[in-house]
């Protein structure tokens, strides 16, 4: 990102977020618009999954059981399938950055 100004708040920002487990990785690309900055912006909420939600590692959340499912890989392609209760699934974030923010 080349600028994040502190005078502009209204925008959209563009997080992105790494999952690992073992050596078994997976990425989500999540879009956010509002008045936060910083910090504020980074904490992952299922409820943006389904309009403001990209990933690599078929992350779905199933609402009515409350619980995630994902296939992670590792550098020679093997899949791992995980699953697990929504509230474990921050365990799994090992990098969370802003790498875009627009003027809304």
Excluded at 33 to 59: A, I, Q, V
Excluded at 85 to 98: A, C
Aim: glycine share 6%; aromatic share 10%; net charge negative.
């Amino acid at each position: 990102m080349k600028n994040y100004s502190p005078n502009i708040y209204s925008g959209i920002h563009t997080i992105e977020i790494t999952l690992q487990r073992w050596e078994y990785v997976g990425h989500i690309t999540q879009r956010i618009s509002g008045t936060c900055k910083g910090k504020d912006m980074l904490d992952f909420d299922f409820d943006c999954e389904d309009d403001h939600l990209e990933n690599d590692c078929n992350l779905k959340y199933h609402e009515e059981e409350d619980y995630f499912s994902a296939t992670l890989k590792d550098p020679d392609g093997n899949m791992l399938d995980i699953d697990g209760r929504s509230d474990d699934f921050n365990k799994m974030i090992v990098k969370m950055e802003i790498v875009d923010f627009r003027k809304e």
